[in-house]
């Protein structure tokens, strides 16, 4: 999760305020919006939690176009979700996790996009990534007559509508205060995450877990994150994979992407068979459908464990760095748990360490194997409680 990186002085913020003066204020809508663009640069957990304020804006407005406006890597994620009508990839700079080409190329694939964004002739535009000035540019340069988001210095001068910030929401209550601005709240609304799974998915999954696909204590266990300081070291995961194979029986299966395969395996290596080891050869719907077959999903705070609580699976989230309370896993207390790092400055929400740095920061490696072993034994067996969070100062949702 991790986003744009505040300037050090003041001059992009003047930049910008001078050029909102510039283009002059949106007009604002003039009636019910039959073109709806709701915008999120970020990946796959952030995605995610924009689900259930997707279900409550397509139940508000059941007649409106919605399109959602998501980075090229979001697709695969929001591509079956019934309340969309159509999205639009986008290869959004500093969103992209790529090193950036030049200081031009940002701006001119931004014209591109408004350009886009005007053939689509939007109404209204909601913008849930709070400091995304970039995507509120592209949007005002596209002429919709009314957007949406929160007042950030470098977004504001783009915005018709600006809500202030509520501190300490979960990002998913962050997401549905958003729609209920335009459309009014629904208290009997469903607030859980969702990723429909198709059956060629679930072929899929069956194929790759081959004859272990059925069994009872499977437990995938994601290596990575998607930063570095937010990773638990993987002999530390092999031993909680191994004791687990060991009593009660599981199965681990070792989930990560394409540039996470020698952890992957090196994990697998460790803990011995029946360990099973998938490293990027899945897609997310062929993801989500192994995590469905699952028992329990453990690892660092991540998407594929936020992906394993929209299919229903019982979940134990390691943090350290990152807030629990905006970013933890969203459902029951008793199926979805969080141990957090039992260090004074956790959480400091500070995730662009130096590369040099991430191995000497030591937050994560202080979550101890034997807590963690403890609440999966006590997830495998079944709920115990609504304990929600191991260690001190923290809440799950």
Known sequence: MIGLIEPRH???????????QLLGPPRGGDGSPRTILVVRPDHLGDLLFLTPAL???????????ILGLVGLWGLPVLQT???????????????????????????LSLLRLARRLRA??????????????????????????????????????FLSRALPITHGLHAVDENIRLVESLVGPAPDASDALEFPIADGDRERARQLLGP?????????????AGAAVKRWPLDRLAEVGRRLADSPGAVPVVIGGASERSAVHEVVRRI????????????????AAVLERCALALGPDSGPL??????????LHLFGPADPRRFGPYGDRSRHRVILARWPCCPCNQLDFPAGAVTAHACMAAIPVEVVLETARDLLEGPAGNRGVVGPSAEGH
């Open 55 to 65: 279900r409550r804006l397509r139940r508000a407005v059941p007649d409106a176009r």
């Open 272 to 287: 011995g068979p029946p360990a099973i080891g998938l490293a990027g050869v899945t897609t997310v719907g062929a993801l």
């Open 212 to 224: 272990l696909a059925d069994h009872p204590r499977l437990v995938a266990i994601q290596v990575g």
């Open 120 to 157: 689509e002739r939007v109404d209204i535009a909601l913008q849930f990534r709070s400091d995304f000035w970039w995507g509120a540019l592209a949007v005002r340069l596209a002429g919709v007559p009314e957007q949406i988001g929160y007042d950030v210095p470098l977004a504001r001068p």
């Open 306 to 315: 936020h992906l394993a609580v929209a299919v229903g699976t019982p979940t």
């Open 81 to 107: 979700n019934p309340n969309l009508d159509g999205l639009i990839g986008w290869d959004f700079p500093w969103f992209n996790r790529r090193p950036r080409r030049s200081l031009i190329a940002p701006y």
């Open 10 to 20: 003041d001059g992009r913020r003047l930049a910008l305020h001078l050029l909102g």
